[in-house]
């Protein structure tokens, strides 16, 4: 079995920052790419980053380029998500997943196999 685990999550007031944390244990540990995903209440889940291991190619929605950063440690199981200018559209439950399904895109919803039960990102105006 695998398991990810994000935190990091909080309140905090717009224009600040925040940095979430994702760690891969189990059989999601060697996952190639991992992402993060938001759901803000009432909408769908939405593409946030994605890193591949291999190359370090990075991803980003556009509503977050510039603002945030994926990130990887020197361990293949763990990703960060530093979060800088928040906004209060930014408001949501944030998603760290992991092994990316063959033949799917790294910004997919339902791309990955495993997913973590999310963190709490509450940004004030």
């Known amino acids: 079995q695998g398991q990810v685990v994000e935190s990091g999550g909080g309140l905090v007031q717009a224009g600040g920052s925040l940095r979430l944390s994702c760690a891969a244990s189990g059989r999601t540990k060697n996952s190639y790419t991992m992402g993060w995903f938001r759901q803000a209440p009432g909408k769908e889940r939405e593409f946030v980053a994605a890193i591949k291991w291999s190359d370090s190619t990075t991803y980003y929605a556009d509503s977050v380029k510039g603002r945030f950063t994926i990130s990887s440690a020197n361990a293949k199981n763990t990703v960060f998500l530093q979060m800088n200018s928040l906004k209060p559209e930014d408001t949501a439950v944030y998603y760290c997943?992991?092994?990316?399904?063959?033949?799917?895109?790294?910004?997919?919803?339902?791309?990955?196999?495993?997913w973590g039960q999310g963190t709490q990102v509450t940004v004030s105006s």
């Open positions: 997943a992991a092994v990316l399904i063959f033949g799917k895109s790294v910004s997919s919803t339902d791309g990955y196999q495993y």
